[in-house]
């Protein structure tokens, strides 16, 4: 290659290696005239691409809403517009990892549940009947079947899919002349229901299950059949509407259910069914306070406002859904991983990084995120859902997804079957891995991953598409002039810093592509077949690029990853350590008992009668190595005081266990010989920092937090 070629292939606008050129200088005989091109080679070529190709490139704070998406149902008016608009399920095919955690749980508890879980038993059950008479069916077969069935779409797996419509078509079937559906639970000792209305709260769930059925298979009974119901609810007395607990806290998504079907139908008694459903839900929006303080209804509840914003435009709303948040972790949530300590109430004094939170809590805090980002256009939720995705969710669960656990806490140096009251609030062996977790995460769980990867690329109201959650993936979608294109991304994101994605497209076609900064990077770059159009981008932004884009087009983001510390100065002056979205936690060597799970699972376990219990086992887990340190920490640079190590990945592209995790740090500590386990049998409280030890300082190594099942993640720091 020489400067001629390089002249001409500026002239072409051919995709080259920039690097490569910058040896012409270096190894050539270059003139003068040529040595100024190749130093004006980025602003050359991005004036030719313009030119060329109307290439309009825009770092903005969120999409605008001034039209609307011609063929993804947002909201109708007189409801704001959202900022982002899920693509039907079906249109996202994860690969890489993601693909992996999905398939795991195909074959493991999520794909299986209906075999051994006696909720699940269709035998006399009120779900399963027909008719809604049955001495079982509360929330555990929705909570499944939502995950489930979502699972079996993006999978494409006709086995789930079939299973799936076995039990939606019962539920269709139990569907009352006035418009009612499913069990009619009156008497409930499970919420001292004693009252003459039925328990609206599974209900809500199965109106997901029917949602995600539309989206799959566009069967108009889904329609017709939400209608009829929601008649039922706004025919229904105020003093007999969500009175009890579980339905009074999550209103909201009975408020989401209707949203969805007034987009679909534009009958405006709807929206005045909402407005009575947001008076009857418990208020969310009450300042600096909760109407409970249970971590899944505060994981899941808080939306509620933010949801009602839409349709009140006060925006005292959706303040109210920050507030929330804010608030629960100003008091609870000052520890890594996106959370915060309550298990399975937050308590005033029970705020240190060892106080848990439900696998529920975890999984409804992500599809809150991903909600709220459509609604508001705000990175900071999509940040947040990663921060649980990554560095918390993972840990809840065994490597080969046949157990989780009912609680997880930052710092959590056991999980074992003790009863650990009250250091934490559940009493009884809610630390163990456990095929039977309880009732509600053992079924709950499996909404996770599918709704996270629904949500890895969204569409814009300007026709285009946003990549979302960064995960090597493909999303075949309807864009610019209508004609459909697939865009793959190919990434080992969060585990690397760089995101291919590729155009496949029959013809050309004119639409934007939106990238999502995160919050944690502020030096971005953008590359279009090869040629930089942005630099040094800020988080909390997106990149808007507006293309003629044709097949085999190349985007290249580069979100590069640095060290840094976080200090909770409210939790005793802790540390944690982040490279890029990625927190990292204290390698313990980590040792497995087998256990029966007949034996000892909770009393709310139950098996179906064909299930073979030794075939689901469950696990304590016990440090075997040293936990108890603390990290030496100067005023140097942190690139001098941990040593980044890279590996290579995983065969099974499967990165969240200690043994194949892709990064580890190595750091300075100090065993802290006073810091023990307590009374409880829990990981002692932190020490306050700085921490007096006359220990030797010794090398430690720290491993992403979502592969470390036993951690230690906020760190005391020793002088």
Known sequence: MNCITLRTMIADNVKFNFRECTNIVLYN??????????????????????????????????????????????????????????????????????????ELQRDGLTGHL??????????????????????????EVPYWLKGYGDLGYIMKDEKIIAETKLWLEKVFESQQADGYFGPKIIDSSFQRNTGTSPDLWPNMLMLWCMQSYYEYSNDPRVLMFMTKYFKWQLALPDDKLLKLY????????????????????????????????????????QQNNLPNWHNVNVAQCFREPATYFMQSKDSLFMHASYNDFYLIRNLYGQVPGGMFGADENARKGYDDPRQAVETCGIVEQMSSDEILTRITGDGMWADNCEDVAFNTYPAAVMPDFKGLRYLTAPNMVMSDSRNHAPGIENEGPYLMMNPFSSRCCQ?????????????????????????????????????????????EQTTNYPFDDHIMIKVVSASKNVFPVYLRIPG????????????????????????????????????????????????????KNSVSINFGPLTFSLKIDESYKKMDSKESALQEARWQATADPSAWPSFEIYSASMWNYGLVISDKPLEDQFEITRRSWPANNFPFEPSAVPLILKAKGKIIPEWTLDKYGLCGTLPQSPVEVSTSEQTVELIPMGAARLRISSFPVVK
């Open 246 to 285: 579980w339905e009074n806290s999550r209103g909201g998504d009975n408020l989401l259910s209707i949203y969805w079907l007034y987009n679909y139908t534009g009958e405006k008694w709807l929206l005045g069914l909402a407005d009575k459903i947001h008076r009857n839900t418990a208020n969310w929006s």
């Open 443 to 487: 079924h709950n769980h499996a909404q996770g991953w599918p709704y996270y990867a629904e949500h890895l690329w969204m569409a814009t109201p300007d026709n285009g598409i946003a990549a979302m959650l960064y995960n090597s993936s493909t999303v075949t979608a309807k864009v610019g002039n209508g004609k459909t294109v697939v865009l």
């Open 520 to 571: 944690w990077c502020n030096r971005a770059t953008v590359l279009l077949n090869g040629i930089e159009v942005i630099s040094s981008a800020g988080g909390g932004n997106y990149v808007r690029i507006e293309n003629e884009w044709k097949n085999g087009d190349e985007i290249e983001l580069v979100l590069p990853m640095k060290l840094m510390l976080r200090k909770w100065e409210k939790n």
């Open 29 to 102: 005989k270059a003139n003068m005239k040529d040595i100024m091109i190749i130093l004006l080679l980025p602003f050359i070529l991005s004036e030719v691409i313009a030119q060329k190709s109307n290439l309009k490139v825009s770092v903005i704070d969120r999409p605008s809403t001034a039209i609307s998406n011609k063929y993804y149902t947002g909201n109708q008016a007189p409801l704001l517009p959202v900022y982002f608009i899920k693509i039907p399920v079906g249109g996202i095919a994860p690969k890489g990892w993601i693909l992996k955690y999905l």
């Open 114 to 139: 209906g075999e051994i879980s006696s909720w699940l038993d269709k035998n006399n059950n009120a779900w399963f009947s027909g008719t809604g008479k049955g001495d079982h069916g509360w929330e």
